[in-house]
């Protein structure tokens, strides 16, 4: 059970967190590393993969929040990575995030049948 829906993947551990510098062409920017419970599922009536989750607080990180950075890329150590976009911190100093699309973590393929 995710804590979130009991029908929704879910991720807790490590993450890096990624700002996005618009002016870098590749994308790169500042990066903290922090702890993260995230968890997603699959919207049938928007037709994509909606996920959300807790950042551990970090205080770089939310002086980053409160200069205006709000788009992330959240990346998983094993490979995975999804564009996310924070919120301004909870009353324990940790920022929620949220995305749609490609989730930062591993999800079953599903195949369809022609």
Not at 38 to 44: C, K, N, T, V, Y
Request: charge should be negative; aromatic fraction near 8%; avoid cysteine.
């Amino acid at each position: 059970m995710s804590g979130f829906d009991d029908e929704e993947e879910e991720y807790r551990g490590t993450v890096t967190i990624v700002l996005q510098d618009p002016s870098e062409s590749d994308g790169s920017g500042k990066s903290f590393e922090v702890q993260a419970h995230l968890a997603g599922h699959f919207s049938p009536l928007t037709g994509d993969y909606r996920w959300k989750g807790r950042l551990s607080a970090d205080p770089g990180l939310t002086e980053a929040y409160r200069s205006g950075a709000r788009t992330v890329i959240v990346r998983t150590p094993d490979g995975h990575e999804g564009v996310g976009v924070l919120d301004s911190a909870n009353l324990w100093g940790g920022h929620p995030v949220s995305g749609s699309g490609t989730p930062p973590f591993a999800v079953p393929q599903i195949e369809l049948d022609d």
